[in-house]
């Protein structure tokens, strides 16, 4: 059982304590000089995949994570916290702010598939945008079963224990491995990234070889955007432009 | 009148936010390139800085009114600042540590401050008594008695300051005789950080008798092991702040120490007493920073809670006007410490 490969993928977002600002043009919200971390969920489920490595139920952890440059801090802070391997899948700036749910469930459909991994965590949701679908999506799309909201996630011989929490209550599931895991709330309490672990890790990414793979997809050869995503005018956080990158292309 | 208060009550809610440096009234900062010294933190600064900020929060903040109302030694957040990495942060890393200048430690510092300065003195004061060892220390003396300090954690102290003399080090009396291989210590020494937690002190002694030599020569440094025979540790002083950092008296009655210990040679201490302060007192200043900040968070927060005269805190002139200068200190002490 120690054979299996986890992916967890993180998103970088504002810092849950920043007081958001809405741009004085309306079409959103101020991310300029803004203080951003790793989404809360996320680091639960990094927290989780890293116990489970420690507990040798899983032999490597592979942190993810979808946009411009700046994710790299937070893929160098899954690091720290124990993961083995980041990948950065580089989205130009640019087009970052139309990368949604469903554009994200595609690159990691398609990362979890080429790395050939058991187990796919995710937070359940992002503290920016409330979606609550990435992890779905991605198991609609890979065909694998998912175990959303877990509160609680164990091994019992080759099947996943799961135990979500749901409006009624928990609810158990036991999910054939490959499967995709949401983290909730109550599934861990995050570790710290420690100072020497932090010292380690702080060369990753840029142009530095070690553990890190750009996405070899033709995301920045700036095929017409393939997908559009039209979105109600939210009144204050104003209508996002109807775009999307060509991760259609990436997706084959 | 009215639409002061009312901007300086939305100001003050910001500033009582978490992150309250992190907060833009302007819709971007501009990042035009431009000559000179960049003094934005490094990617792992920051992170230090968030490790540091949110065990300080997360872990110091709840426990710091117990220990000061004890009086307790903080064990248990020591030990966990230590597994963090927070602590012996200028340690080589030939000795097991991180090898950090004193920006990162001030970093730090301010960040452990801000959650209570007892738990940051105690964690303080071992880079204290580690500087002269990493200033002046061979490789045999780093490697034991610093690797001590990576493997375990374990406290040092630095005794220097005497109840005859701390500001004046040049006029302190513990005398150290050299007999065969060894030193024999004899003196007294007072308000000793850590001095009842150490594993090990650093002690600035006079091994020149004559009176008329000059301080950089009569005074030598030495690394002492606290379960020496001779070593008296006095009872815990009650200060009025910091009260659960450990400052003691220690009496030294007969301590022998090796010639192996003596750091450099002898008539050498003076200097690496100076050199330990260069690099130690920044971080004092940053944890009066800390401090500082937390007090004006405490402060925002309150005025913005309490109601007197049918009015909030911060509506009254009064204490808006106080709070005003807190902030206008805030930033001159930070200005003046950057």
């Given at each position: 059982m120690a054979e299996l490969r986890a992916l967890v993928a993180v998103k970088r977002v504002i810092d849950f304590a920043v007081k958001i600002r809405v741009k004085p043009d309306k079409t959103g919200v101020v991310t300029d000089g803004v203080k951003h971390s790793m989404n809360p969920f996320c680091e639960i489920a990094v927290e989780e995949a890293v116990r489970l490595k420690e507990k040798k139920l899983v032999k490597e952890v592979i942190a993810v994570s979808c946009g411009p440059a700046q994710c790299q801090e937070t893929i160098r802070t899954a690091l720290a916290m124990g993961a083995d391997r980041g990948i950065h899948v580089e989205v130009p700036a640019a087009e970052a702010d139309c990368l949604g749910p469903l554009q994200v469930a595609r690159v990691l459909a398609k990362l979890a598939a080429k790395e050939k991994v058991d187990l796919l965590l995710l937070g359940k949701q992002a503290i920016d945008d409330d979606c609550n679908q990435t992890g779905q999506m991605t198991a609609g799309l890979l065909d694998w079963p998912q175990g959303t909201f877990a509160s609680q996630v164990t091994l019992e011989g080759d099947k996943l224990k799961v135990e979500r929490e749901i409006d009624g209550g928990l609810e158990t599931l036991r999910l054939k491995l490959p499967a995709v895991v949401t983290a909730d709330l109550r599934l861990n309490e995050p570790r710290y990234a420690t100072l020497p672990n932090i010292m380690t890790w702080q060369s990753w990414g840029g142009g530095c070889r070690r553990g890190r793979r750009r996405s070899?997809?033709?995301?920045?050869?700036?095929?017409?955007?393939?997908e559009s995503q039209e979105e109600e005018?939210?009144?204050?956080q104003g209508r996002r432009p109807g775009c999307g990158p060509d991760l259609q292309a990436l997706c084959g | 009148m009215a639409a002061v208060f009312s901007r300086s009550c939305r100001v003050l809610k910001s500033v009582s936010r978490f992150d309250w440096r992190s907060q833009h009234t302007k819709a971007a900062l501009q990042h035009e390139p431009k000559l000179g010294f960049n003094f934005e933190l490094t990617e792992q600064q920051k992170e230090f800085q968030a490790t540091a900020r949110k065990f300080a929060r997360e872990e110091i903040i709840p426990v710091a009114a117990e220990y000061d109302k004890s009086g307790e030694y903080p064990v248990p957040l020591i030990k966990r600042a230590w597994e963090l990495g927070l602590m012996n942060t200028h340690i080589p890393e030939s000795c097991g540590g991180l090898g950090l200048g004193i920006f990162d430690a001030c970093l730090i510092t301010e960040e452990l401050a801000y959650g209570c300065t007892g738990v940051q003195t105690a964690i303080e004061a071992n880079s204290l008594g580690q500087m002269p060892l990493l200033i002046a220390g061979n490789d045999q003396q780093q490697k034991k008695y610093l690797g001590r300090l990576t493997e375990e954690p374990l406290m040092c102290a630095y005794c220097v300051t005497e109840p005859v003399a701390g500001s004046d080090v040049?006029?302190?009396?513990t005398k150290a005789e050299r007999k065969g291989d060894e030193y024999i210590i004899n003196g007294q020494k007072m308000w000793i950080t850590n001095g009842g937690k150490a594993n090990w002190y650093f002690l600035l002694a006079r091994s020149d008798p004559d009176p008329k030599t000059p301080a950089n020569r009569a005074f030598t440094g030495f690394i002492v092991?606290?379960?020496?025979?001779?070593v008296q540790i006095g009872r815990k002083e009650l200060n009025m702040?910091?009260?659960c950092s450990d400052t003691r008296g220690i009496v030294f009655e007969d301590v022998r120490v090796p010639k192996e210990n003596v750091l450099i040679g002898e008539g050498a201490g003076f200097k690496i007493a100076m050199g330990a302060f260069d690099k130690t007192r920044p971080p004092v200043a940053a944890g009066a920073v800390g401090l500082a900040q937390r007090a004006l968070d405490e402060a925002t927060k309150y005025a913005l809670e309490r109601k007197t005269f049918g009015k909030l805190l911060v509506e009254i002139y009064e204490g808006t006007a106080q709070i005003q200068r807190l902030i206008i200190a805030r930033e001159h002490i930070g200005r003046y410490k950057n």
């Open positions: 070899s997809s033709p995301v920045n050869s700036g095929c017409p955007c393939a005018d939210r009144g204050d | 040049a006029g302190i009396k092991e606290a379960d020496t025979p001779g702040g910091q009260r």
